[in-house]
């Protein structure tokens, strides 16, 4: 059974910093590009990063190029996403989705809440 | 940036109705445009892909059709599991783009 499970999100201050992480299971990790999709309480998907198979194409949305950094581990089957200067607007509940074109597959979301 | 407008917002539908969501977008663009269906604390799941191709597991009352610019979703008879909110999502060139949504409710 195909599984994404995201963690690491919690309450952190405007500036902070945080990593996430996307654990998977169920397929072949090394051969499947991946994604981070937001969605803030009440509102729409927003597409956030993409990586390739290798890691070595990255892209970012314009809303968190420069503060956030996608990354991924084969060997541990692991995506992660470090967010730095974490702003307000930023408090979404975080996706890593399996794709490029589209998304196939989907974890549960972990929830990061940025406020003072 | 090519935008991807969703309509409608919000629709009222009784199960056995047709529904019909539409996402138009701001320019020509490729087929390359996906439909979702996301539930309240669940993980979306992807119902078309390519504007028309069903994905695998999906029932076949969900189809996807494209016109120029305008894209269609079809739920030929709306069932109970089917109230829910779609997105529609478009990619190009390393650039992705999600509808704002559609939620489907009980008429």
């Known amino acids: 059974e195909v599984q994404l499970v995201e963690s690491g999100g919690t309450l952190v201050q405007p500036g902070g910093s945080l990593r996430l992480s996307c654990a998977a299971s169920?397929?072949?990790?090394?051969?499947?590009?991946f994604n981070w999709v937001r969605q803030a309480p009440g509102k729409g998907l927003e597409w956030v990063s993409y990586?390739?198979?290798?890691?070595?194409?990255?892209y970012y949305a314009d809303s968190v190029k420069g503060r956030f950094t996608i990354s991924r581990d084969n060997a541990k089957e692991s995506l992660f996403l470090q967010m730095n200067s974490l702003r307000v607007e930023d408090t979404a509940l975080y996706y890593c989705a399996r794709g490029w074109r589209y998304f196939d597959y989907w974890g549960q979301g972990t929830l990061v809440t940025v406020s003072s | 940036d090519i935008q991807m407008t969703q309509s409608p917002s919000t629709l009222s539908a009784s199960v056995g109705d047709r529904v019909t969501i539409t996402c138009r977008a701001s320019?020509?663009?490729?087929?390359?445009l996906a439909w979702y269906q996301e539930k309240p604390g669940k993980a979306p799941k992807l119902l078309i892909y390519k504007a028309s191709s069903l994905e695998s597991g999906v029932p076949s009352r969900f189809s996807g059709s494209a016109s120029g610019t305008e894209f269609t979703l079809t739920i030929s008879s709306l069932q109970p599991d089917d109230f829910a909110t779609y997105y529609c999502q478009h990619y190009s060139s390393y650039s992705w783009t999600f509808g704002q949504g559609t939620k489907v409710e009980i008429k």
């Open positions: 169920g397929f072949t990790f090394g051969t499947s590009e």
């Open positions: 320019q020509s663009i490729s087929s390359w």
């Open positions: 990586i390739s198979t290798s890691g070595s194409t990255i």
